[in-house]
């Protein structure tokens, strides 16, 4: 699961937000048949990265007047 969340403060001078991922499995999983030295005959096994959890905060400031903010380009 991933997801964020941006909470503005302050008529939109300041925000903070929260993004986070919930991982289950493997990036780049695939399926190998593979014959390690201690196996005694080849075997298919799942091969690949393991995803790690994360949380990232951020905190943003903006200079100049709120009303400003308001209509900055995107």
Do not use: C, W
């Not at 403060?9 to 780049?28: A, K």
């Not at 995803?51 to 308001?70: C, D, E, I, M, R």
Request: charged content about 15%; glycine content about 10%.
């Amino acid at each position: 699961m991933r997801g964020a969340l941006l909470r503005p403060f302050d008529e939109g001078r300041t925000s903070v937000g929260v993004n986070f991922l919930l991982p289950s499995g493997y990036t780049g999983q695939t399926l190998e048949t593979l014959a390690l030295p201690t196996d005694p005959e080849p075997f298919e096994r799942i091969v690949g990265v393991p995803t790690k959890p994360y949380v990232a905060l951020t905190f943003t400031y903006f200079f100049g007047s709120p009303s400003a903010n308001l209509h900055r380009p995107h």
